[in-house]
Nanobody
Framework: QVQLVESGGGLVQPGGSLRLSCAAS????????MGWYRQAPGKERELVVA???????NYADSVKGRFTISRGNAKNTVYLQMNSLKPEDTAVYYC????????????????WGQGTQVTVSS
């Protein structure tokens, strides 16, 4: 069974930085696209950024120039470098994977991580 495991959340002051990591466990053959969503209290979950296996990215306007997504060499990991953090970035951040295939022949159209809290506050 494939799972997404996130790490790296926490409390940071405005203007600070955090790096989130997400790794897909299991015998992964390929993952087409990985990304990050976030959900703030009382708001809907929104896409922050996604990256394809070929390296194409799609950033939300609110994070362009401040956040950078990257995929690890193993292609089953994804990182989110968050700089110049603002209080409005406070949310639970969820790792997401589209179109995951395993060596055993299993296919998952979508996978979600458990979420990691990011709080930006002085």
């Amino acid at each position: 069974q494939v799972q997404l495991v996130e790490s790296g959340g926490g409390l940071v002051q405005p203007g600070g930085s955090l790096r989130l990591s997400c790794a897909a466990s299991g015998s992964i053959l390929r993952i087409a696209t990985m990304g990050w969503y976030r959900q703030a209290p009382g708001k809907e979950r929104e896409l922050v950024v996604a990256i394809t296996s070929g390296g194409s990215t799609n950033y939300a306007d609110s994070v362009k120039g401040r956040f950078t997504i990257s995929r690890g060499n193993a292609k089953n990991t994804v990182y989110l470098q968050m700089n110049s953090l603002k209080p409005e970035d406070t949310a639970v951040y969820y790792c997401h994977a589209w179109s995951t295939e395993t060596y055993s022949g299993s296919y998952y159209s979508e996978l979600w991580g458990q979420g990691t809290q990011v709080t930006v506050s002085s």
